[in-house]
T-cell receptor, first 117, second 108 residues
Framework: GAGVSQSPRYKVAKRGQDVALRCDPI?????LFWYQQALGQGPEFLTY????????KSGLPSDRFFAERPEGSVSTLKIQRTQQEDSAVYLC???????????????FGPGTRLTVT | QQPVQSPQAVILREGEDAVINCSSS?????VHWYRQKHGEAPVFLMI?????EQKGHEKISASFNEKKQQSSLYLTASQLSYSGTYFC?????????FGQGTELSVKP
């Protein structure tokens, strides 16, 4: 079946522009996660949803970052007034399990590479 | 706090074995392992739970030492397809904290 998809795959933004990154999780997956990955580093947690509820947003770097999943499926990560330090790959992952279950394997999308110039 | 992985990088010949370690300064309840090939998405390998349960993948196995707060990933008879960066992650609720990664290169 179809995996997690993300769009756009590449985005170049001028400093100060707003961007919106989209994630289409695997159909029926209840949990959805966003990560930021800098070059040569591991993915860094940003936020996660269980259905439409955002249960943890402690990893969002600033109030310029905002994520939503209004109908419990597609999610959008929005970055306002982009800065150069926002340049990274943004990964989305989904899981068929509730986070409270012991095993919650995550299925990652290919990521969106954001470059802020 | 981010788990620490060792080694940072390893080069193998096909058929050789490798061990990747993941240590945490915090008490561990579960350890997740993922592999990421260059330019691709991370792929789930395994989850280990306190108490010994695990959910695994292929010919890769792992151990979880609760007392030492560490996990080890064992890659035996490595294949070219094993090349990539391996990440361990420790779960804190829904938040998965990844280590810095171990880059594994398998040469023919």
């Amino acid at each position: 079946g179809a995996g997690v998809s993300q769009s756009p795959r590449y985005k170049v933004a001028k400093r100060g522009q707003d961007v919106a990154l989209r994630c289409d999780p695997i159909s029926g997956h209840v949990s959805l996660f966003w990560y930021q990955q800098a070059l040569g580093q591991g993915p860094e947690f940003l936020t996660y949803f269980q259905n439409e509820a955002q249960l943890d947003k402690s990893g969002l770097p600033s109030d310029r970052f905002f994520a939503e999943r209004p109908e419990g499926s597609v999610s959008t990560l929005k970055i306002q007034r982009t800065q150069q330090e926002d340049s990274a790959v943004y990964l989305c992952a989904s899981s068929p399990r509730w986070v409270g279950q012991l095993f919650y394997e995550q299925y990652f999308g290919p990521g969106t590479r954001l470059t802020v110039t | 706090q981010q788990p620490v992985q060792s080694p940072q990088a390893v080069i193998l010949r096909e058929g050789e074995d490798a061990v990747i370690n993941c240590s945490s300064s915090k008490a561990l309840y579960s350890v997740h392992w993922y592999r990421q090939k260059h330019g691709e998405a991370p792929v789930f390998l395994m989850i280990l739970l306190k108490g010994g349960e695990q959910k695994g993948h292929e010919k890769i196995s792992a151990s979880f030492n609760e007392k030492k707060q560490q996990s080890s990933l064992y890659l035996t008879a490595s294949q070219l397809s094993y090349s990539g960066t391996y990440f361990c992650g420790t779960a804190q609720g829904g938040k998965l904290i990844f280590g810095q990664g171990t880059e594994l290169s398998v040469k023919p």
